[in-house]
Nanobody, 126 residues
Framework: HVQLVESGGGSVQAGGSLTLSCVAS?????????MGWFRQAPGKEREGVAS????????HYADSVKGRFTISQDNAKNTVYLQMNSLQPEDTAKYYC???????????????????WGQGTQVTVS
């Protein structure tokens, strides 16, 4: 089955940058045409951050990160990235990579439409 492994989290000062990576194994874009990044802070609901259709590169972003975060892909490496710039303390959360199956309904940043999840990587902004 598909497995997702995130990396790249860490601690950074406000205004700094981080790039998260998500490597997918046993993955086919035909079965999972959309990949997403989500985050969850303590005591808060999981929030959709960005998504990308790996076939054509169409991306969507949460309003809170537009202009600061960029999602991208390297299909040859089965890897999705999240470049995060101008980080703020409110970006502090555990960030998760997820895969959305073919035929899934609903908004692309709705976590309920994703059924494969990584273990997450912590991002702390101070």
């Amino acid at each position: 089955h598909v497995q997702l492994v995130e990396s790249g989290g860490g601690s950074v000062q406000a205004g700094g940058s981080l790039t998260l990576s998500c490597v997918a194994s046993r993955y086919t874009s035909r079965n999972y045409p959309c990949m997403g990044w989500f985050r969850q802070a303590p005591g808060k609901e999981r929030e959709g951050v960005a998504s990308i259709y790996t076939g054509g590169g169409v991306a969507h972003y949460a309003d809170s990160v537009k202009g600061r975060f960029t999602i991208s892909q390297d299909n040859a490496k089965n890897t999705v990235y999240l470049q995060m710039n101008s980080l703020q303390p409110e970006d502090t959360a555990k960030y998760y990579c997820a895969a959305r199956p073919e035929g899934a309904m609903g908004w692309v940043l709705d976590s309920l439409s994703y059924n494969i999840w990584g273990q997450g990587t912590q991002v702390t902004v101070s």
